[in-house]
């Protein structure tokens, strides 16, 4: 469907941040996604070898975002991201337990999050 010389933009994100996510303290839901989002090293050898040229990515992160723990515990009591919804009901709870936690022991009432996003630029040729 891309005509010659279009240019192809695949967002993801990275294995190395699925594994630095705060998502981390839900090892299964880590384990879903690893297994779900090919690697950017993989999606850049397919392209490759489907005949993209001048495949590069590059990483944007945003800013700083400063939200409160207990805002964040009700985002993932709710499943905000959907690989959550994949783990088992035991699991979650015992996660969602570890996770309160860690990020109350850890960051107190406030912590600082980055999204980051990998932009893979390809090339048809």
Same mark, same amino acid.
């Given at each position: 469907?891309?005509?010659?010389?279009?240019?192809? !933009?695949?967002?993801?994100?990275?294995?190395?941040?699925?594994?630095?996510?705060?998502?981390?303290?839900?090892?299964?839901?880590?384990?879903?996604?690893?297994?779900?989002?090919?690697?950017?090293?993989?999606?850049?050898?397919?392209?490759?070898?489907?005949?993209?040229?001048?495949?590069?990515?590059? !990483?944007?992160?945003?800013?700083?975002?400063?939200?409160?723990?207990?805002?964040?515990?009700?985002?993932?009591?709710?499943?905000?991201?959907?690989?959550?919804?994949?783990?088992?009901?035991?699991?979650?709870?015992?996660?969602?337990?570890?996770?309160?936690?860690?990020?109350?022991?850890?960051?107190?009432?406030?912590?600082?999050?980055?999204?980051?996003?990998?932009?893979?630029?390809?090339?048809?040729?």
């Amino acid at each position: 469907v891309l005509k010659s010389r279009g240019k192809l !933009v695949i967002v993801t994100v990275s294995h190395s941040k699925i594994k630095k996510h705060i998502m981390q303290y839900f090892p299964d839901a880590v384990r879903i996604d690893l297994a779900r989002f090919m690697s950017v090293q993989e999606i850049k050898w397919h392209l490759v070898h489907q005949g993209f040229e001048n495949v590069h990515h590059h !990483v944007i992160r945003s800013r700083p975002i400063r939200e409160s723990v207990d805002a964040i515990i009700e985002k993932f009591e709710r499943r905000y991201i959907s690989t959550l919804s994949l783990v088992s009901e035991l699991n979650f709870e015992e996660s969602l337990a570890l996770f309160e936690h860690r990020l109350k022991e850890n960051h107190g009432k406030f912590i600082e999050t980055k999204v980051e996003m990998t932009f893979i630029e390809a090339q048809k040729s």
